[in-house]
Every structure is written in structure tokens, then in C-alpha cells.
Nanobody
Framework: QVQLMESGGGLVQPGGSLRLSCAASGSVFRINTMGWFRQAPGKQRELVATVTSSSTTNYVDSVKDRFTISRDNAENTVYLQMNSLKPEDTAVYYC????????????WGQGTQVTVSS
């Protein structure tokens, strides 16, 4: 099994910054794509950003030029640097990984709350 442990959420004022981290542990044999999704109250979960094992990145348009995703393959960790935060970024952020223990599967973290408010 693969476990994803997130950290770094919290309360921040508009225009502020936060950095989320997510470390994969357990019987990890290989990880392909890692990323972040978010879900605001009353809304569907949406993709925020992904990064492949070869560091190809993808972002939802609303966070381009504000958020940066990166990963440390040696540590099986993915990061999300969030700058110029807006109230509409408020959501629970979930870490995601496409990983292989015995077979390929999709894995999710437990979620971390990000609140942008003055």
C-alpha cells in the first residue's frame, strides 16, 4: 500500500503565500504522476496542478503564474508553492499520486484546509 501525507495548509490573508507538501510512503515501487486537487464547499473536486516523473507540469488556468508544482523523486515528495492567494483559492487541497506498489493505482491524501481570508 501507498500512503500520502500532506502538510502546510492554514489560514492566510489575500495576497499571501503558502507551501503544501506531500510525501508518499509505504510499499512504493514507482510513482508516475503526482499532483494536487482541491474541493471548495458545494463544488466538485478540481485539478490544480500535476507533475510527471520527468517533471512535465500542468496547471488549471486559474492558478497559472501564481502556483508552482515541483517534486523530489528521491524523497517521493511533491510540493505546491502558492503565491498571490485569493479568497477563491479557499478549499481542501488533496494530494494525488499514480503509484505502483504491486499494481498501478491512484492514491489520495486525507486533505489539508487552505483558507484565504482577511
Amino acid at each position: 500500500q501507498v500512503q500520502l501525507m500532506e502538510s502546510g495548509g492554514g489560514l492566510v490573508q489575500p495576497g499571501g503565500s503558502l507551501r503544501l507538501s506531500c510525501a508518499a510512503s509505504g510499499s512504493v515501487f514507482r510513482i508516475n504522476t503526482m499532483g494536487w486537487f482541491r474541493q471548495a464547499p458545494g463544488k466538485q473536486r478540481e485539478l490544480v496542478a500535476t507533475v510527471t516523473s520527468s517533471s512535465t507540469t500542468n496547471y488549471v488556468d486559474s492558478v497559472k503564474d501564481r502556483f508552482t508544482i515541483s517534486r523530489d523523486n528521491a524523497e517521493n515528495t511533491v510540493y505546491l508553492q502558492m503565491n498571490s492567494l485569493k479568497p477563491e483559492d479557499t478549499a481542501v487541497y488533496y494530494c494525488y499520486a499514480r503509484a505502483r506498489a504491486s499494481v498501478w493505482n491512484d492514491y489520495w491524501g486525507q486533505g489539508t484546509q487552505v483558507t484565504v481570508s482577511s
